[in-house]
Nanobody, 125 residues
Framework: QVQLVESGGGLVQAGGSLRLSCAGS????????MGWFRQAPGKEREFVAA????????YYADSVKGRFTISRDNAKNTVYLQMNSLKPEDTAVYYC??????????????????WGQGTQVTVSS
């Protein structure tokens, strides 16, 4: 069974940090583009960050640029999202996703064909 499993979410004060992990199983994701998306209550799912298969190219939403860093360890079949200087507006369920059709990362959720179950991130003011 192919799975992506996120971990590392939780409750943090504004200005704090969290590191999300997304571990893949059932197949290798080392040649896939990977992305992180988030969805806040009452809002649509939005792009956060993406990384190409080799980790040499990364992309960020303007709202997180300079605060979040996406990375990957293909040997561990895992992608990470380091989140610093967190703000209350970062509160959402965070999802990782894999695009098995592309090695270069995209920003549209429809391009991704594997999704994790999500992990809750709550930032208190």
């Amino acid at each position: 069974q192919v799975q992506l499993v996120e971990s590392g979410g939780g409750l943090v004060q504004a200005g704090g940090s969290l590191r999300l992990s997304c571990a893949g199983s059932g197949r290798t994701f080392s040649t896939d583009a990977m992305g992180w998306f988030r969805q806040a209550p009452g809002k649509e799912r939005e792009f956060v960050a993406a990384i190409n298969w080799s980790g040499t190219s990364t992309y960020y939403a303007d709202s997180v640029k300079g605060r979040f860093t996406i990375s990957r360890d293909n040997a561990k079949n895992t992608v990470y999202l380091q989140m610093n200087s967190l703000k209350p507006e970062d509160t959402a369920v965070y999802y990782c996703a894999a695009d098995s059709k592309r090695v270069q990362a995209g920003v549209r959720s429809g391009e991704y064909d594997y999704w994790g179950q999500g992990t809750q991130v709550t930032v208190s003011s």
